[in-house]
């Protein structure tokens, strides 16, 4: 496989999306593929506080984005220099400060669907967000924060059909192309934006 262009090399690589999309799986497949450090901010905070549902019900979620912020800072920032693959919680993007850091990142919004995701919160009743209807709190956290994934991706790939391989290997040659197009230079994400079907 040959090297990944200097300027990925040069910078930590985000991935951002809702709940359940995938981030961790196709983050940490994509980190060996490039051979690079996999950083996953949830397991950094429960590592440190304890399970997610644990902090949300005796802290609030107020002090679990606290938590969140300071665990995506310490990530983006030990990563300075490298192509760490950091996988964001879904509502990580919110805060400003990490908001900020993602400019020294290349920022991948991992796009999908309700259907995409459904089976998996099915699985999955550990989401202290999705208490209750499950999928209908997915689909109105999603409609408030998809903007913002928008806002920030500097590529969007789309995860509804392929296996995690699959997907990491495309994104992989995403990386590639907006790489070897120089856009990372270029401060108008907007008209930089691939999108990979």
């Not at 920032?77 to 693959?85: I, L, M, P």
């Not at 919160?121 to 408030?144: H, Q, V, Y």
Request: hydrophobic share 45%; aromatic share 4%.
């Amino acid at each position: 496989m040959p090297a990944v262009p200097a300027r990925t090399a040069a910078r930590p690589i985000a991935l951002i999306g809702p709940m359940a999309v995938g981030k961790s799986a196709i983050g940490h497949q994509l980190a060996q593929q490039l051979g690079a450090t996999f950083v996953d901010t949830d397991v950094v905070v429960v590592a440190s506080h304890g399970s997610i549902a644990e902090i949300f019900a005796s802290r609030g979620e107020h002090a679990f984005r606290e938590l969140e912020a300071r665990a995506a800072a310490r990530a983006i920032e030990d990563a300075h220099g490298s192509n760490t693959v950091i996988s964001l919680g879904g509502g990580a993007v919110l805060d400003s400060g990490t908001q900020q850091l993602l400019g020294h990142c290349t920022v991948v919004y991992l796009e999908c669907d309700a259907d995409t995701v459904a089976e998996r919160i099915a699985r999955n009743s550990g989401r202290p967000l999705l208490a209750g209807d499950a999928m209908e709190r997915w689909k109105t956290l999603f409609a408030t924060r998809r903007p913002v994934y928008e806002r920030l991706a500097d590529l969007v790939i789309d995860v509804r059909h392929g296996s995690v391989p699959d997907i990491a290997h495309r994104l992989e040659d995403a990386l590639r192309t907006y790489a070897a197009a120089g856009t990372a230079a270029v401060p108008t994400p907007a008209a930089t934006k691939e999108v990979e079907k």
